[in-house]
């Protein structure tokens, strides 16, 4: 491996981790904002399960391609929607935590493995983890929080994690270009790897 693929690869590690981490940040200083969309908004940026998820979602649809760039995030974001209706309703969904660990680590072999499947399956994957992390902020929404509000801030706040991941991905593709399969198998590793201590955790 030479040196610069080595430099190339440091430098990746710290761009994936920048988006994974940096966001949280937004969590201290949200802290007091009873607007129901500043709590959505907040919501998806205090976790690393979801924002890896997010970021792995983007990131996958970029690997993908063509129409699954808009497709499958939306299709995240459009789901979980629905699963966050089910959580403030109250209504029991099994393995919830389960799922979103899983999330992390299926959308990251998936990345590593460099999987292409049509449109409709990646939508129906990405949908299903989606119902379990919408779930979880439905759940988690404050008794004071307008519904549609912290709906409207939970949605945005996913979208805008998974335009992180798809400008991480294309950033690959323009950066790496020469070893473009190896870096895509390194970043599913990273994410394997976190989904691994999540579903341990």
Do not use: K
């Amino acid at each position: 491996m030479n040196r610069r693929l080595i430099h190339s690869q440091l430098l990746l590690v710290f761009l994936l981790f920048t988006v994974l981490f940096f966001p949280m940040s937004a969590q201290a200083h949200s802290e007091g904002h009873s607007a129901g969309f500043m709590h959505g908004f907040t919501h998806p940026l205090g976790g690393l399960d979801h924002l890896a998820a997010m970021v792995a979602v983007g990131l996958w649809a970029t690997q993908m391609g063509r129409r699954a760039i808009w497709a499958v995030p939306l299709t995240f974001v459009l789901v979980m929607v629905l699963g966050g209706f089910l959580g403030t309703a109250g209504l029991a969904i099994p393995f919830v935590e389960q799922g979103i660990a899983y999330s992390v680590l299926v959308l990251g072999v998936l990345i590593a493995a460099m999987i292409r499947v049509p449109i409709a399956v990646s939508a129906s994957i990405v949908g299903l983890f989606a119902i379990f992390h919408g779930y979880a902020h439905g759940a988690e929404m404050p008794p004071t929080a307008s519904g549609v509000a912290y709906g409207l801030g939970f949605a945005v706040a996913t979208a805008l994690i998974h335009l992180n991941g798809i400008g991480l991905g294309l950033l690959c593709q323009n950066l790496f270009r020469d070893n473009l399969r190896l870096t895509q198998r390194f970043v599913g590793g990273i994410i394997i790897s976190l989904g691994v201590y999540l579903c341990l955790s």
